[in-house]
């Protein structure tokens, strides 16, 4: 008896598990018509290629080819997700329930509207629906000039995507591309079910807000007019990031024409904003405003804004160390505040190599004009005087941005006198020491000599073999390599790493062209008296 029970609870047991396999089997099958297999699939939705951005649920209205995807959570396995597509009609489908209308309903209420009705049959579930489909619009576009467009967008395209869309079409047209400037982006025309709706897309590239870039929908007409030649413009000029000039617009106020100027610089100066105003025709009068406080203030026609500079506004000045020096580059300086010493000091320093005889200081000559060298320079210039030409051989020589300084007396001796104020631009020159002296002209050997400090100039053209015979040895001179001036050589004018020795040459002898013009001349000497002996008396 006891083996009969035993066998008999086995077979019931066994019995119990195949129902329960069974009706499980049969609830995957029935769930899987709602299930994660019907799932749709992107590439399979034409519209769905424009889905590049997020849609704005309170601003987006639901029309025909839109898909919903729908997700019904219930206790236990069963979960339903499917899409329903919006029909021609209007109309959504919905498991199990009557569809609802939806078209041309924000999207916000579409969705609270499906939550709701599924709820009805579905109290116990999670419900959540998503738009996962576009539907495609067709949007025409008119312009001047008998331009008539049509494009085929998608319901997330908003009216600068329509915009955009256009000017590239028009760009591909040679002819019509030199239309695009003067389009108005500040009267678009939407058209709509016979309503038109005025933006300003202008604004838009400023601010981005939605409420003058609205959503386009199926059949939307957008038209562009050409600016007003006869309308009225705002110019906008001064410290501000764009200066620009924008067609008028009855209502603009001044905040919205330094946002059309890409704001205010920082170097603004807030409390001396000049607008000049037009009246009685050609007269003109001047406003001072403010900024916050005459955020608002009204704009009329031809109204030309100013804003100035801030004075001394962070004003960049930079000083230049090349050469032999620990830290060479730009440094910023406050100008005409910092002492050579002490900038030299903040670049670390000079290295082994420096040379103090040659080191100098170069500075922009700005828009100094030496009028009296331009007038002797000039191709046309008129014979001078020896003064004069004097003077332009010497401005031809000399290097006239050398600030006159000793670094040797300053770096070595401590001379105050030399520590100059720096200024923007000036660059400062630290040469490696080379140690040479040059030779040029009238000496037997010219060339490159090593430079001896006990040494005047008559050493050095010993060395260079002596005097050659056309040498004019009273007239040498030493060109200074620091400053380009000329010196005439004495015994006790030092030389300095780098001058030149100079020696000109005598000016050569044509003895055929002297005998020549000196046969001619007394031929006509010989002439002159014959002719006054031959006179009677």
Excluded at 75 to 100: E, H, M, Q, R, W
């Amino acid at each position: 008896m006891r083996y009969f029970f035993c066998v008999l609870l086995i077979f019931s047991l066994k019995l119990s598990a195949q129902s329960l396999y069974q009706n499980e089997s049969k609830d995957q099958s029935r769930s899987s018509s709602f299930g994660m297999n019907n799932i749709p699939n992107l590439n399979e939705i034409p519209a769905q290629s424009g889905f590049n951005y997020s849609i704005n649920e309170n601003e987006y209205y639901v029309g025909s080819g839109d898909i919903f995807l729908i997700k019904i959570d219930r206790k236990g396995p069963a979960i339903k997700i499917f899409n329903s597509p919006v029909t021609p009609a209007g109309y959504i489908a919905l498991p199990d329930i009557s569809g609802i209308f939806v078209r041309g309903k924000l999207l916000s209420n579409v969705k609270a509207d499906i939550i709701k009705t599924l709820k009805k049959r579905y109290p116990d579930a999670l419900i959540e629906t998503y738009l996962f489909g576009l539907h495609a619009i067709n949007v025409t576009i008119l312009a001047p000039e008998k331009i008539n467009n049509s494009l085929l967008l998608n319901s997330s395209n908003r009216l600068f995507d329509a915009y955009t869309q256009f000017v590239e079409s028009m760009q591909m047209d040679s002819i019509r591309q030199a239309m695009l400037d003067r389009l108005s982006l500040r009267n678009v025309k939407l058209i709509r079910k016979g309503n038109t709706s005025v933006y300003d897309l202008r604004e838009f590239k400023i601010n981005y807000s939605s409420a003058v870039n609205p959503y386009l929908q199926h059949e939307d007409i957008v038209y562009f007019s050409f600016k007003d030649s006869t309308a009225h413009h705002v110019s906008v000029k001064g410290a501000v990031t764009n200066p620009t000039d924008f067609e008028y617009k009855t209502g603009d106020d001044l905040i919205k024409a330094f946002d059309f100027a890409g704001g205010l610089a920082p170097n603004a100066e807030l409390n001396k904003i000049i607008v000049t105003r037009f009246y009685e025709n050609s007269k003109i009068k001047y406003i001072t405003l403010s900024m916050p406080g005459d955020s608002n203030f009204l704009l009329q026609p031809d109204d030309r804004i100013y804003v100035r500079d801030k004075k001394q506004y962070h004003i960049k000045s930079s000083v230049e160390i090349k050469g032999e020096i620990a830290f060479p580059g730009e440094y910023s300086i406050e100008d005409g505040k910092i002492r050579l010493k002490d900038l030299i000091e903040l670049a670390g320093g000079f290295t082994e190599k420096a040379s103090l005889q040659q080191a100098r200081v170069l500075r922009d000559e700005g828009d100094y004009e030496d009028k009296e060298f331009e007038r002797l320079n000039a191709p046309v210039a008129k014979a001078m005087s020896s003064t004069e030409l004097s003077y332009l051989r010497a401005r031809n020589r000399e290097d006239t941005r050398v600030v006159n300084c000793d670094f040797k007396r300053l770096f070595e001796k401590d001379d105050q006198t030399q520590n100059i104020l720096l200024l923007d631009k000036d660059i400062i020159v630290i040469p490696k020491i080379s140690k040479n002296i040059y030779i040029s002209g009238g000496v037997l050997n010219p060339g490159v000599f090593l430079y001896n400090k006990n040494w005047d100039f008559e050493k050095y053209v010993q060395a260079a073999g002596g005097y050659s015979a056309r040498a004019k040895e009273g007239f040498v001179k030493i060109i200074r390599h620091r400053t380009g001036n000329w010196i005439d050589a004495e015994e006790n004018i030092p030389i300095e790493e780098n001058d030149i020795i100079f020696i000109p040459f005598r000016a050569e002898f044509d003895t055929y062209y002297i005998v020549k013009e000196t046969l001619v001349i007394a031929s006509q000497l010989a002439s002159l008296f014959l002719l006054y002996i031959s006179i009677p008396k």
